[in-house]
């Protein structure tokens, strides 16, 4: 600790500082300027620049318009696209629980603290299943190794990833002051890499974002979106799918191997009828886009399926109403993609299906009538 000591000559005193006094002021000067600024940390970092700085080397998902390209921060691990309607969507190998590592254990606690403060956790903590691994069986088709993780284990991990830790860690390859950092650290690749699922030590739970299109009264191709409430834990105020959840798992779930098909129906018809409130049957079933890593979240796993429906926009958009728990505007159709908002007004996440969509389909597939697109090179 810097001390103080007066001079026994002239009266004067002196501050005396270590050199570890140095470096702690090093670790917190950034969070110090942001105070001073008045400024929020944010939890995670949705710009396109933060992500290219720190995964650069990876085959981001691309979009080509006439006269644009436009790349998005996820990573696919396996396309459906081509698959037959009825392929299987593959298989989750359950075993035994996530050891959170002990590293974090005072950012998740400070963290799930500050969630609950800020009423972010409204459904409380569940069981969520963690790819602990990925593979591919004979066939092609994706096997993930999963473990039992609590939503709490994100909240420390991935949905914070950004946040400043209190005691920035120290690692080989130097001072981690976030999760993002500290997680990068475990790889063993390039500095700009991605770590492996089994390298990473986020928690790294399984995500399912199901885009909707359907059709408005005047007969024109509609991809649905809806601006996110302030207090959620990912995307506060921006437009984002009206349908995606942190997929969970009952506590009697039994090891061994699984229908990923069954895993996540099973989960969607609850989390369908309680989020949209409405009659999931009168939507078709969903179909598998793709499984994708979210760089945005340090790599989380991401399931894109598509459903559609007879239901017109306006019909749905009245059925929903304004604003809910986690939404705060009525349902509106996607006319134009607009990189310029730079991840802070579309999130990625919608930003993702579009592209997955409009290249398997073209852009009218999805409403989308043109777009001026910025590529990160």
Known sequence: M???????????????????????????????????????????????????????????????????????PYVILHDYRTAPTNATWGTADVRGQFQFPSDLLDHRHAMVDRFKAEDRLPKGDSI???????SRDVNGNPILSIERAWYTDQVGTNLTIDYPMRVPREMPRGICRTVREWDRAQGVDAARSLPSFQASKLANTIGVSIGVTCRSRDGRIALLQRRRAKNVAV?????????????????????????????????????????????????????????????????????????????SLEEIADKLGKSSAEYSSRVRRVDRVNPEDDGNEVSPELTCFLALIASERGPRAVGVDGATPRAIR
């Open 2 to 72: 810097p001390y103080f000591e007066r001079s026994d000559i002239d009266g004067t005193w002196r501050i005396g500082i270590t050199a570890e006094d140095l470096a702690w002021l090093a670790s917190k000067r950034d969070s110090l300027a942001s105070k001073l600024r008045g400024d929020q940390p944010a939890y995670i970092r949705y710009d396109l620049a933060h992500s290219a700085e720190s995964y650069g080397d990876q085959p981001w998902v691309e979009m080509s318009l006439p006269g644009s390209h436009l790349r998005v």
């Open 128 to 134: 969520c299943p963690r790819v602990a691994d990925f």
């Open 235 to 311: 995307y506060r105020n921006m437009w984002a799918s009206p349908f995606g959840f942190a997929m969970s798992i009952s506590k009697e779930l039994s090891d061994g191997a699984h229908d990923l098909r069954e895993l996540i129906s099973l989960d969607y018809g609850h989390e369908f009828a309680q989020e949209l409130g409405l009659e999931h049957d009168a939507f078709s079933a969903p179909r598998a886009v793709a499984i994708c890593r979210d760089l945005p979240r340090g790599g989380k796993p991401q399931f894109f399926f598509e459903i559609t429906t007879d239901y």
